[in-house]
């Protein structure tokens, strides 16, 4: 090549730069007018957790309440596809209600009502020298995301496993810590379009993923309700431990076993109002079960009646409730069981997770 072409060329090069640079300058305006906070746009969830049908210890949120987040890259379960944010992987990113005044409001529709409720990053990340909410921000380059949650939040918990261990004697307040529940997202609140950039807003079901067994213990022949107040129930040869895993929603019931000590409710728990015409109403969160080929075997004593143990084979759904109606008689004890369910329709209210 001569050098007056080589001359030409680098002419002709410095010539089109300027061009090629305000191009690429007026796309980038372009885009970051259409997504705010120089590209960086925060995920936006909504949960469909029916206040009326909800955690096994209670009707609603509470304040305080966290849930675990994950976001992939869509149509995968596989941990390398997990997005980031920034410096940080969008791995068991926690959001917590919040109390702040405002952000509440009562609705309802389709026979239901439901509050809608603000979560909030719950922790903050390093970036540069200042401290910032450890929030989801969508991918930049417009890829769609499937969204993953699960409660309650646990800090050691990965994208393949979360450890779950119940209470052999369980207490209201424990109950709130293994009340497993998942959701997963992978379209917009309109239903239709993939979550991305331009469609910021993920609906998230929650389910329940254990099985919920409610003992209502009654007087029959032969005893008084004064007889009961010393009674103690229990489930022998339950499940005590599993491990969960977030991006496949599954259970893996571990091998340890134990003897079950349900709660006794008392008035203004919710279940509560299911005691009917039996004097005393317990619950107990087991592990699911799939087939009735193994045996539950529900022990009644007291120190003032013999003791009862009912042993029969019966499958505990998770998501669902079966309710124990025991009566205790002189000849023996009455038992009756039904299954209802406990988890809820894709059809219920959505209540809101959202960025502020």
């Known amino acids: 090549m001569k050098a007056n072409d080589r001359t030409l060329i680098v002419a002709l090069a410095a010539m089109l730069l300027p061009a090629l640079t305000a191009c690429q300058h007026d796309k980038l305006i372009e885009r970051e007018q259409s997504t705010p906070t120089a590209l960086q746009v925060?995920?936006?969830l909504t949960s469909g957790i029916l206040s009326t049908v909800t955690r096994a210890y209670d009707s609603s949120w509470e304040t305080g309440d966290?849930?675990?987040?994950?976001?992939?890259k869509a149509g995968s379960t596989n941990t390398a596809d997990i997005t980031r944010s920034g410096t940080y992987e969008d791995a068991n990113i926690c959001y917590k209600l919040s109390d702040h005044a405002g952000e509440t409001a009562t609705a309802s529709g389709g026979g239901y009502s439901y509050n809608y409720q603000s979560f909030s990053p719950a922790d903050k990340v390093t970036i540069g020298a200042q401290q910032e909410d450890k929030k989801i921000y969508l991918p930049i380059d417009g890829s769609d995301v499937d969204v993953y949650a699960?409660?309650?939040y646990d800090s050691e918990a990965t994208a393949s496993a979360?450890?779950?261990?119940?209470?052999?004697d369980q207490t209201l307040a424990g109950q709130k810590t293994y009340d497993l529940m998942s959701a997963k997202a992978d379209k917009c609140d309109d239903g239709n379009n993939p979550i991305n950039l331009d469609h910021t807003a993920a609906r998230l079901l929650f389910r329940h993923e254990l099985?919920?067994?409610?003992?209502k213990v009654k007087a029959g022949k032969g005893y008084s309700n004064a007889d009961l107040a010393n009674v103690a129930v229990e489930l022998q040869g339950q499940a005590t431990t599993a491990t969960f895993h977030p991006l496949t929603r599954t259970l893996d019931v571990g091998e340890a076993t134990g003897t079950i000590t349900p709660y006794k409710l008392i008035t203004g728990d919710p279940d509560y109002s299911k005691l009917g015409d039996s004097y005393y109403i317990y619950r107990a969160l087991v592990m699911p079960t799939t087939t009735a080929s193994g045996s539950v075997i529900i022990t009644v004593g007291s120190t003032t009646t013999a003791s009862f143990?009912?042993?029969?084979?019966?499958?505990?759904?998770?998501g669902y409730e079966t309710v124990f109606t025991l009566t205790l008689q002189a000849t023996g004890m009455i038992v009756t069981a039904a299954i209802t369910p406990w988890s809820e329709s894709s059809s219920v209210p959505e209540t809101p997770l959202y960025e502020q």
């Open 42 to 44: 925060p995920l936006q």
């Open 66 to 72: 966290e849930i675990g987040v994950f976001t992939v």
């Open 150 to 152: 699960y409660y309650p």
């Open 162 to 168: 979360k450890t779950i261990t119940l209470e052999t």
């Open 211 to 215: 099985s919920k067994v409610l003992i």
């Open 309 to 318: 143990s009912y042993s029969f084979p019966q499958a505990l759904p998770a």
